[in-house]
């Protein structure tokens, strides 16, 4: 079963920056076969799409609140996928989890995705 393992959390003030890394083993075929994203859930609220790359089109997708601050890349010599996040607001605080799966398309659907990390705190603080 494929694994995904985050780091790269912490706490940053408002303004700042981190970059979180995903990386993943154990794929049936290869990690470019995947489509792989990141998602947030912060207290009391649904987990909800940061931003994805599918596979099917070979796009990168962005949820608005974050388009324009947030980017995602892979480096897929080395399985892992990254985000970086720039200019952090409060509202950005959640705790982030990598998924991926093979045949999903909707970046915003966390039931379309098989396999998820443990997840890695962001806390940005005002």
């Known amino acids: 079963e494929v694994q995904l393992v985050e780091s790269g959390g912490g706490l940053v003030q408002a303004g700042g920056s981190l970059r979180l890394s995903c990386t993943a083993s154990r794929f049936t075929h290869t990690f470019e076969d995947y489509t792989i994203g990141w998602f947030r859930q912060a207290p009391g609220k649904d987990r909800e799409g940061v931003a994805c790359f599918v596979v099917s089109d070979g796009r990168t997708y962005y949820a608005d609140s974050v388009k324009g601050r947030i980017t995602l890349s892979k480096e897929n010599g080395k399985n892992t996928v990254y985000l970086q996040m720039n200019s952090l607001k409060p509202e950005d605080t959640a705790v982030y989890y990598c998924?991926?799966?093979?045949?999903?398309?909707?970046?915003?659907?966390?039931?379309?995705?098989?396999?998820w990390g443990q997840g890695t705190q962001v806390t940005v603080s005002s």
């Open positions: 998924a991926t799966d093979p045949v999903a398309t909707d970046c915003g659907e966390p039931h379309a995705f098989d396999y």
